[in-house]
């Protein structure tokens, strides 16, 4: 049964912080505590997204949020789920959470919470993450002992109900945060099952870059009056970001892209492949260039310590394939490199959204070949954007010029190997001599 009616709709185009004295977050209706907390966190004053949202939010009306990588979403639902929850009566059950928070990715659930757990944490409340890729147990523990805000990607959670370890019949506030990219993934099926377990009447937040058809069956079919704010277009170019295409010979492209990654800032490489993902990485090390990878074949351990090692300015390149994309949430990227052009412009913008976040500026270039100019082209025209097209080769002018000087080169750390135990010698057979070994055949084998 659908609960959409007739939406408010409401638009706002700046992506830097407000700096008017009364869209300050404690103007805006947020308690003086959590006021305190996210200045500990270094959050001053409210994004557009918030300033145009809390007031609804904080009311308990539904919200549609739409708005690129960067505008500040995760602050704009974390306050009104936090401060529902201080208002409650209702206390924290064994396998019950009071608001469950939806996302795509395991990168995107820590990054939530690690933004709404000091929140939660000033109001003596309490968080949890459940993602698949790692231990399931601890996840079933924490849920028995009792969960306020439950962050959680839709298949790990799926699998804790069917084992009867969660339950949604308590949820206050259900948010689902990067809508489009749960329908990319084909998560929609899973994700409308685990909304129909929560209550009707709960508060609902949906928010996405972008509004398809199927994100727009969700909003009609879960969202009661949603009250929609977008901040910019996400088929708009953002103003602050420079797009450039680099057409170059087969041959060239490998010297090309280690020039482009080279630079002293903080550089986001985009490949299609794992494999191709792996690979640039350790060419990128191997070259000099510090690079850790970023895809769906590392363990969540590998996963969470390349992206922290990237984030805290470890490494200076992260290369990344398409389905981590959105799990990136990193400021200060300055650079972004299409390695390979995706397939199409949606994941495009996605990914080229990893940098001019929170009104800095940014730069985004595309490396394409012979064969996909013609892609390109076509990809660029969809995304509603005209880069700066250059022929180059290694040692170009535009890519100093666009990159900045080269970083020193950091010499690879050593592959330490263990070394085997010695190999036994065979016993001798009852009765002879032992067999001499034979000349120039290896005694031992190293693993």
Known sequence: MSRSTA???TAVSIQSPSTSSTDSFAALGVPGKLVQSLRSSGIDAPFPIQTATLPDSLAGRDVLGRGRTG???????SLPTVVRLSESKHARKPGAPRALILVPTRELAAQVNETISPLAKAMNMNTLVVVGGVKINPQISALKHGVDILIATPGRLEDLMKQRFAKLDQVEVTVLDEADHMADLG???VVKRLLDATPKNGQRMLFSATIDASVDVLVKRYLSAPVTHSVDSAAS?????THHVMNVTNDNKPAVVRELVSGEGRTLAFTR????????AKQLTAAGIPAVELHGNLSQNARVRNLAAFSDGDVRVLVATDIAARGIHVDGISLVVHVDPPAEHKAYLHRSGRTARAGAEGVVITVGTPDQRGDVRSLMKQAAITPKTHQVEPGAEVIRALVGPAAPYVKPAPVHMEAAPAARRPAAPRGGARKAPQRGRSQGRQR
Not at 237 to 241: H, I, N, R, S
């Open 7 to 9: 939406p408010v709709v």
């Open 71 to 77: 505008s500040g979403k995760t602050v704009a639902f």
């Open 187 to 189: 998560f929609l099926p």
């Open 237 to 241: 170019p953002v103003p602050a970001m």
């Open 273 to 280: 492949t794992k494999h191709g993902a792996k690979k640039l």
